[in-house]
């Protein structure tokens, strides 16, 4: 199967990413992908494994890379370590993230074999060798000691122009972690409860929720009856046009999108909303025509390996890079 794109348009460097959407990425180049015991408790989406998956998810990510850089995005590719084994390595998100200001966020992780995925030395290559401002270092990690976690943009999906932080409760995302988090940051946490079909927590709010410049793609059939309205409301009263999944869809990774900034020749900047080819599969056509017409263009690449022992889809394979570029030297 292959990847399908709304759009076709030559590479070229992306724009500033200071608003809702980020023009480039970090996305970790897998050595030892696999199925993680340590997660699948709290991760309902995760299943065993049929057999190796290495190969399979390697292939998958850099059909995955290839296409998102013929788009114009700009991907910062970086190799996973063999040693420790890291079977999660390829979900970046959770463990880091990357903002306008120059300041990275270290997050506190459930398992304890992803905290073993916070490498320093990612951070710093993002500035020696593409270039990018590390101003400060906000290092949440001290609460895994008390049993109290936050895994990055899974556990909060964040309006950057509205500095609204929507987080689903969960056992990896703490409330007075978000509440921290937004302190140091500067955002309003909206927190809420959404569960699966069996009444448990999504264990990353991302899995249902997906906020663009111009759309909220929500699993609101997910969400408690006394948040339900509030965070609708929210979403709206913010700007967005509010596109509700349903279950069937949410269990396709359909919430797990991520909209990024590109470039087009006749358009200028450019909306590029990605998602797996599992997702695009199992929206409603209603659903669909909805969605695209509320950005500039889709792109569906296939991750069925990394979906299936992962727990995961394509937004948690990108962290989104919003970091300033260095001042140019003298």
Known sequence: ?????????????????????????????????????????????????QGPAQALA?????????????????VCVQDDTPLPVKPDAIFPNNWASFHADGTVVLYPMQAENRRLERRPEIVELLASRYG????????????????????????????????????????????????????????????????DRGGVPFYHTNVMLCVGSRLAILGACALSAQDRSRVIEKLTVTGHEVVEICYDEIEQFAG????????????????????????????????????????????????????????????CMMAEIFLPAQAARD
């Open 1 to 49: 199967m292959g990847i399908e794109s709304s759009v076709t348009r030559p590479v070229r460097n992306a724009p500033s990413a200071a608003q809702q959407c980020a023009g480039a990425v970090l996305m970790i180049r897998p050595a030892a992908f696999g199925y993680n015991p340590q997660t699948a408790a709290s991760n309902k989406f995760q299943k065993p494994a």
């Open 58 to 74: 390697l292939a998958e990510f850099d059909q995955f890379v290839n296409a998102l850089s013929g788009e114009g995005v700009r």
């Open 256 to 315: 797990n999108m991520l909209e990024l900034a590109s470039w087009d020749e006749a358009l200028g900047d450019f909306r590029l909303l990605v998602m797996s080819e599992s997702a695009r599969r199992s929206l409603r056509p209603e659903v669909y025509t909805r969605i695209s017409a509320g950005t500039d263009g889709v792109l569906a690449v296939p991750v069925p390996t990394i979906e299936r022992l992962g727990g995961g889809s394509v937004r």
């Open 132 to 195: 990018y401002r590390v101003s400060r270092i906000v290092d949440l990690i001290r609460h895994e000691a008390d049993g109290r976690f936050l895994e990055g943009t899974g556990s909060l999906v964040l309006d950057h122009r509205n500095r609204l932080a929507y987080g689903c409760i969960s056992p990896r995302t703490h409330p007075e972690v978000v509440k921290e988090w937004a302190r140091e940051l500067g955002y309003e946490p909206v927190l809420f409860g959404a569960v």
